[in-house]
Nanobody, 124 residues
Framework: QVQLVESGGGLVQAGGSLRLSCAASERTFRNYAMAWFRQAPGKEREFVAAMRWSTRYTRDVYYADSVKGRFAISTDNAKNTVYLQMNSLKPEDTAVYYC??????????????WGQGTQVTVSS
């Protein structure tokens, strides 16, 4: 059973930073593409960032244009954890953030497993 456990959301002022964590089983971490999506009230879920292992030790990463240069996806292989470091946060980044795992990167339909979501609120 695939389980994704997220943590790290909270309230932060505009310009601040937060780091989200998504802990997965080793099999999930190594065999699936991992991604972050977000959903703001009244809006559709949108892609934020994703990674997939291209070799055992290297990964390809992808970002939405709206977060490029501000957000960074990274991993701790020993902990089977994917992080989303969010810097220079803006009020429009306010949303529930979800971790997801799937066979390939891309649209949300590509991901089979989802975390419970963690709220990120950026005040102006």
């Amino acid at each position: 059973q695939v389980q994704l456990v997220e943590s790290g959301g909270g309230l932060v002022q505009a310009g601040g930073s937060l780091r989200l964590s998504c802990a997965a089983s080793e099999r999930t971490f190594r065999n699936y593409a991992m991604a972050w999506f977000r959903q703001a009230p009244g809006k559709e879920r949108e892609f934020v960032a994703a990674m997939r292992w291209s070799t055992r030790y290297t990964r390809d990463v992808y970002y939405a244009d709206s977060v490029k240069g501000r957000f960074a996806i990274s991993t701790d292989n020993a902990k089977n954890t994917v992080y989303l470091q969010m810097n220079s946060l803006k009020p429009e980044d306010t949303a529930v953030y979800y971790c997801a795992a799937g066979q390939r990167v891309g649209a949300s339909e590509n991901y089979d497993y989802w975390g419970q979501g963690t709220q990120v609120t950026v005040s102006s």
